[in-house]
């Protein structure tokens, strides 16, 4: 249909590269840590709002001017960076261990936790020179509708995805609500998810367009 080839190949190698960890899965699982499998489930769906952006960019040719154009690639990749930062700072800050041990941490709203899963995704020129590489492998070349073609496999792809990022919220609000019963535990799981974004930031930053 629409041209596409191989669908097992490429409902099979998405849900592997889904499976592979980054500052996606990694924002799903600070939040359904630190409060539970609605707020990693918030932060999922602004993950999958985020990656319908890139695939409609891309399949409409917008993403194949960020793919020719280094200056555009290296703004994008510089707020995304600033962006990642700021998240990480934010939940290290928020969790701070200056604050009292008992008092109870207020939850980040759920709609808050949607909109920062969507720009950490959307803000990430990377996946949009991923989509470009990934999926046209999948078209055939004589197809005439490859616009078609490659929105279909976009939202097969998504829809796997948001699988894995909803069974990832669920077992880490699972693993969470067993052994880290005490704020301070949370806390400190906060500060190590905000380090770790930092990282991811800062490897961001260095990146190169390919």
């Known amino acids: 249909m629409f041209g596409i080839e191989n669908l097992w190949l490429f409902v099979l190698s998405g849900l592997l590269l ?30 999958g709002a985020g990656t319908l952006v890139h695939i409609l960019a891309a399949a409409l040719g917008l993403s194949v001017v960020l793919a020719t154009s280094g200056e555009l690639f290296t703004a994008i990749k510089l707020v995304g960076c600033a962006y990642l930062l700021y998240i990480g700072l934010t939940m290290f800050r928020s969790q701070s261990g200056r604050a009292d041990a008992s008092r109870k ?9 949607f909109y920062q899963g969507f720009l950490t995704n959307v803000l990430n020129p990377k996946v949009a020179l991923f989509f470009l590489a990934f999926v046209p492998q999948f078209i055939a070349a004589d197809s005439d509708n490859k616009a078609l073609a490659f929105i279909l496999l ?7 995805g948001m699988l894995w990022c909803h069974f990832l919220a669920w077992s880490s609000a699972s693993v969470s609500r067993k052994f880290t019963t005490s704020e301070r535990a949370r806390r400190w ?19 190169v367009q390919s």
């Open 18 to 47: 889904n499976i592979l960890p980054g500052p996606d899965s990694l924002y799903i699982i600070g939040r359904s840590a630190s409060q539970g499998f609605k707020a990693g489930s918030a932060a999922a769906l602004g993950i």
């Open 189 to 207: 799981l906060s500060r190590v998810a905000g380090s770790l974004f930092g990282v991811f930031g800062i490897k961001l930053a260095l990146s």
């Open 105 to 113: 941490v207020e939850p980040v709203p759920r709609l808050k936790i």
């Open 154 to 160: 976009g939202l097969i792809f998504n829809f796997n």
